[in-house]
């Protein structure tokens, strides 16, 4: 054992442990899980989050600059134990903490969370009111004051990757075939395959996203893979999308059958390395090396996993929205922003906008309420709480998100449906919008 001064210091060096071949059935494989979820904080993302500050402590102590990250969870944890170690000050925006445990660990440890009405899970600098504008605009309104570690597009990310976790894995096992990991940033995937191609040129690197219209903490899905940031399409052999089922499946199995307590993210990369291997198997008289990245622990995720999977806490499993299938999303009914427009009076149609409160009160369709995404899905896992004699109209930004619970609400007998091209599509067409709290939610 050794003394350390402090918890930086132990950053990095996780093991790997190789997944006996038993219980995770694939010929031909030695499959190995970094285990990141060892890092003193908890996850990969003490790496980005020391490697993107080490260098500059420094001048950020002199001028006493504020941290400022766009994060939903682990590198704002991270970079907040950092900060609150040199005396620091961190400001996390996101778009949309989904997790409990992540809000109420960055709550305990002093952090500063302000969320903003964006479009989607990960931050898109394309975007005008995303989180990246709204952080530039704060650093030009007060120039000095803040120290933006951007670690969607700092190339210290995947430096960091390279120079750490990539030559860790390549020290270890001297040859590598496969390479599977989450993709947020990206930069764990791309920083660490770029130190094993230099020693494996036929190394393939495995991205992993869910599904378009499925949420697993961490990662990001399909529609939310934008040319930008570190993100690049062509450093990839293959991008898997995973649904949430099946991330919390192959969640279980690592627990029970390896002993990995790790989160949703490292399920859905282990059930892609099943899934990937499976359909393209190792040819005969040859052994694959294959490495997947087991990037935090479960605990941060006990509400998510128990919300979609009560049955693992010995609670009944009801139908859900998560349950449907895509070909049954895609034939949600919808209405167009101006059919609805034309029946808003007609009393026989109850909308629901499915955004964040935020965005809610800046603008909404005339007489919605809000519930936001995730709070109708824990209900409608319980029971159907509208009445059968009104349509529901579902409402979230560019229609896709509300195709899924209209989808589902149709299959129980009740009216619903979504609005096409969503919230978007009703502004552009120059329809009104309220401001504030709609007559449903005013307090009585």
């Known amino acids: 054992m050794a003394i350390v001064d402090e918890m930086t210091e132990l950053i990095g060096n996780t093991p790997l442990l190789r997944l006996a071949p038993q219980r995770h059935r694939l010929p031909r494989v030695e499959l190995y899980a970094k285990l990141e979820f060892l890092n003193p904080f908890g996850s990969v993302k003490d790496r980005i989050a020391w490697g993107m500050v080490r260098d500059d402590l420094p001048e950020i102590l002199a001028r006493r600059q504020t941290l400022i990250e766009a994060s939903s969870g682990n590198t704002a944890k991270a970079l907040q134990v950092i900060a609150g170690l040199h005396g620091l000050h961190l400001r996390v925006l996101t778009n949309r903490t989904k997790v409990a445990e992540v809000r109420q660990v960055l709550e305990l440890l002093g952090g500063e969370l302000e969320e903003l009405p964006g479009l989607s899970e990960c931050p898109d600098p394309t975007a005008p009111n995303d989180v990246f504008s709204t952080i530039e605009q704060m650093m030009a309104a007060e120039p000095g004051r803040y120290h933006h570690t951007s670690q969607y597009t700092n190339e210290a990310n995947l430096r960091t990757h390279r120079d750490t976790t990539g030559v860790e894995i390549q020290t270890d096992l001297e040859h590598v075939d496969y390479l599977f990991g989450g993709l947020g940033t990206t930069g764990s995937t791309r920083g660490t395959a770029t130190a094993l191609l230099e020693h494996n040129p036929g190394l393939s690197t495995v991205g992993i996203v869910s599904t378009t219209e499925d949420f697993i903490p961490g990662i990001r899905s399909e529609a939310e893979m934008w040319e930008v940031?570190?993100?690049?399409?062509?450093?990839y052999t293959a991008i898997m999308p995973v649904r949430s089922e099946d991330a919390i499946d192959a969640t279980v199995d690592l627990a029970r059958n390896h002993?990995?307590?790790a989160g949703p993210t490292s399920g859905a990369t282990y059930w892609a390395v099943r899934e990937h291997l499976s359909r393209c198997p190792v040819p005969e008289g040859r052994t694959a090396t294959v490495v997947f990245i087991a990037c935090d622990r479960i605990e941060w995720y006990l509400s998510y996993v128990r919300a979609r999977r009560p049955d693992l806490f010995g609670r009944a499993r009801r139908p859900a929205p998560a349950d449907l299938d895509?070909?049954?999303?895609?034939?949600?009914?919808?209405i167009t922003p101006s059919e609805l427009a034309d029946r808003l009076d007609d009393g026989r149609h109850l909308l629901v906008d499915l955004r964040t409160e935020l965005a809610?009160?800046?603008g909404h369709v005339p007489g919605s309420v809000n519930i936001r995404d995730d709070v109708l899905d824990q209900m409608l896992r319980h029971a159907n709480p509208f009445p059968a004699s009104r349509r529901v109209v579902f409402v979230c930004p560019v229609g896709e998100l509300a195709r899924r619970p209209a989808a589902f609400l149709a299959q129980q007998g009740q009216p619903a449906a979504a609005l096409d091209g969503g919230i978007i599509?009703?502004?552009?067409a120059g329809l009104p919008l309220e401001s504030g709290l709609s007559r449903a939610e005013v307090p009585r």
Not at 326 to 334: G, I, K, L, P, T
């Open 229 to 235: 940031g570190l993100f690049d399409r062509d450093f």
């Open 259 to 261: 002993g990995v307590l």
């Open 326 to 334: 895509a070909e049954s999303v895609r034939h949600a009914d919808r």
């Open 425 to 428: 599509a009703w502004r552009d």
């Open 360 to 362: 809610f009160r800046i």
